[in-house]
């Protein structure tokens, strides 16, 4: 999200001016202080609440007091209308689950007091103090009341201790604000994955530990292979108990070999994953890569090399079919064969697809 610039601002004090849009405007702002945003939250709709608003968003740009005053004296100007941005409304259990535990202390400090209903953030607010031997009397007072005894009296003294208490009350209330918030979160998961069929169970995991896959620029291919995923997941679970069932033993070695056939799949595309996700380029092992590789190069033939290459890998076929069956060959060399007599009839099935479509 594009951060409010100068413009912006002076936008808003010519055609806005409302105390929502002020609160809005300054929670994109960078440089913004917590304590004054959270303040903001708090405040009712005012002449004087506004006028402190106009004065914190136009320091953060560079607007003097007296520009502001001129901008706000005269009548509201309304803004040219833009094509309206449809923003989609969460609910806030939605919000809270779109929380990224790993982002920055101050993602998550702005999580905290966006999600206040659920982190229950309370930032300090200090106030402002009278001006000479009054004030000074305010701010020792207003340091007493938060524990705090000061030693030395005078004012630039006072102003480093209310400082101090500013900085270190603002870490604790928001560390301990970040903690509630993704407590909630897990707790919610937890949750979320007590009530969900397996299925969900499983993709909410993987989107909890490939977080790349709600990005909108993820490869599809990843997509696919997370669904793929969750069916071998859900295969493997549903048929692993039954291997110590009163089966006879061919139903025992077929239910075997479903069980070892998924857990592989299950396998390789969990690397798949961790692998991009470390370095946002595939590790390109699993068949769906290679599929992908054949699709590629067979679109690319003209029609007449098209025809040639069916012609080839039937041949090829033909002549691996024997082999891999071929009493005189070692069993090493015949599970060689089937593997690429298994290659070469997919990348048929793909090349026939092809030329289908021409």
């Known amino acids: 999200m594009k951060a409010p610039n100068k413009q912006d601002v002076i936008t808003y004090l010519k055609s806005d001016r409302t105390l929502t849009g002020g609160k809005n405007l300054y929670n994109k702002m960078i440089g913004r202080s917590l304590a004054i945003q959270n303040g903001f939250n708090r405040m009712t709709d005012t002449t004087q609440n506004k006028a402190i608003m106009y004065y914190e968003i136009g320091k953060l740009v560079g607007i003097t007091e007296r520009e502001i005053k001129i901008y706000t004296s005269k009548p509201i100007v309304k803004a040219e209308t833009k094509e309206k941005e449809i923003i989609p409304i969460y609910t806030l259990e939605e919000r809270v689950l779109m929380i990224d535990p790993n982002a920055s202390r101050e993602e998550l400090v702005q999580e905290a007091i966006d999600l206040n209903e659920v982190s ?62 993704l407590d909630y979160r897990d707790s919610l998961i937890s949750k979320k994955l007590n009530e969900s069929p397996i299925e969900v169970k499983q993709t909410l995991k993987l989107y909890e530990q490939f977080p790349f896959l709600r990005d909108k620029d ?17 295969i493997y679970t549903e048929e692993q108990p039954l291997l110590f069932s009163k089966a006879t033993l061919e139903e025992l070695a077929k239910i075997a070999a479903t069980v070892k056939n998924n857990f592989i799949e299950n396998k390789d595309i969990w690397e798949e994953l961790e692998y991009y996700q470390e370095n946002k380029s595939p590790l390109g092992k699993h068949a ?23 012609n080839n890998l039937r041949s090829n076929i033909s002549r691996n079919k024997q082999k891999s069956t071929d009493p005189k060959r070692s069993d090493k060399d015949k599970e060689l064969s089937l593997e690429l007599l298994k290659k070469q009839e997919s990348e048929l099935e793909v090349a026939l697809s092809e030329l289908e479509k021409r």
Not at 152 to 166: C, G, H, S, W
């Open 288 to 310: 769906m890569f290679l599929k992908m590789e054949v699709e590629k190069s067979i679109k690319e033939l003209s029609t007449s090399d098209l025809n040639k290459k069916i």
């Open 120 to 181: 229950k953030i309370e930032l300090p607010i200090i106030p402002k103090f009278s001006k000479g031997l009054p004030g000074n009397k305010e701010m020792i007072a207003f340091l007493n009341e938060n524990g705090i005894v000061p030693v030395k009296k005078k004012k630039k003294d006072l102003l480093q201790e209310i400082e101090l208490y500013k900085t270190q009350a603002t870490e604790k209330t928001s560390t301990e604000a970040i903690k509630t918030l």
């Open 218 to 234: 993820c490869p599809d291919v990843y997509k696919i292979l997370v669904n793929d995923m969750i069916t071998a997941y859900t």
